[in-house]
């Protein structure tokens, strides 16, 4: 069992930052990935960026390559999405979720998945 807990959503004005966190606990693999998956109101659950555990490969959706960054910090157990020029179209929930394996960009792959944190992008 894989537990995961977001943290850092919230209110941001559009060209503003944030910072989500993921921490996990249980039984973490070293070969596993950890993914940021969000849904807008209305619209389907799409992938952000899924990091393996290691930092060794990290995959983005096209649309979000250069704004957001992944990355781990495996002495805290915790993932990290890092989000640059918020625009109003990136409100959305914001989950993370673990696999065995790599990367990929399927949700139903994920077995484990964190509550979901609010981001609102005010214009």
């Known amino acids: 069992q894989v537990q995961l807990v977001e943290s850092g959503g919230g209110l941001v004005q559009a060209g503003g930052s944030l910072r989500l966190s993921c921490a996990a606990s249980g039984r973490t693999l070293s070969s596993a990935a950890v993914a940021w998956f969000r849904q807008a109101p209305g619209k389907e659950r799409e992938l952000v960026a899924s990091i393996t555990w290691t930092g060794s490969s990290t995959i983005y959706a096209d649309s979000m390559q250069g704004r957001f960054t992944i990355s781990r910090d495996n002495a805290k157990n915790t993932v990290y999405l890092q989000m640059y020029s918020l625009k109003p179209q990136d409100t959305a929930v914001y989950s993370c979720?673990?696999?065995?394996?790599?990367?990929?960009?399927?949700?139903?792959?994920?077995?484990?998945w964190g509550q979901g944190t609010q981001v609102t992008v005010s214009s």
């Open positions: 979720a673990y696999r065995s394996g790599g990367p990929n960009t399927r949700g139903y792959t994920y077995a484990y």
